[in-house]
């Protein structure tokens, strides 16, 4: 009886696992049909790799219209740029970032990422570009591991800002993932 249970979890483990291999597979191909249709979308509206770090912050429970008007205000001050954050008081940045709602966490967050990016970067983004392709699960944790960085954020900076490859798990994909039956809901 025992045995035919170990079996039985064994035999469900291996479907389980041949079943996410199959929905990989699906969803590789749905994806390579649509770059072929449409192209590269390269959808995210940033000028740099660092303004995109800045809008996947602010973003989080919020409109893009009220991150376009904070980055707006940072890009008027002038202080969008690893050091304008660095140097500006934090209170004033929050003033700044206002328009994207919870100004308290974000800018401890924004400051924390440019301290971050001081203490294993030498302060530079370029730094972070160049190794996060190399290593991007080790990135990856290291920016989970930051205030404000979940996975949804980790993966759309590693993705969209930084080049290295991650899969953005947000509402869009599950709802695509669901709807095609790839996943149960």
């Known amino acids: 009886m025992a045995q035919d249970d170990a ?37 995210w509206p940033a000028k740099t790799a660092f303004e995109v770090v800045i809008g996947a912050y602010l973003t989080q429970n919020t409109a893009w219209k009220s991150v376009e008007r904070s980055i707006a205000n940072l890009e008027a001050r002038g202080v969008l740029s690893i050091g304008g954050l660095r140097a500006i008081p934090e209170a004033e940045l929050r003033d700044l970032i206002r328009p994207s709602g919870f100004m308290l966490r974000k800018a401890a967050a924004l400051k924390a990422f440019v301290a971050f990016l001081d203490v294993h970067y030498g302060g530079r983004i370029e730094t972070l ?38 899969m953005v798990v947000d509402e869009y994909l599950r709802r695509i993932v669901i709807r095609h039956s790839l996943v149960p809901e």
């Open 7 to 43: 079996r039985t979890r064994q035999d469900d483990a291996r479907t389980t696992i041949a079943d996410q291999r199959r929905a990989a597979r699906r969803l590789r191909a749905m994806y390579n049909r649509l770059v072929k249709r449409f192209g590269p979308q390269q959808w």
């Open 129 to 166: 570009c160049e190794a996060a392709p190399e290593s991007p699960l080790t990135v990856r944790e290291q920016l989970l591991a930051l205030p404000g960085v979940g996975p949804e954020t980790a993966d759309a900076i590693l993705l969209y800002a930084l080049d290295a490859p991650a």
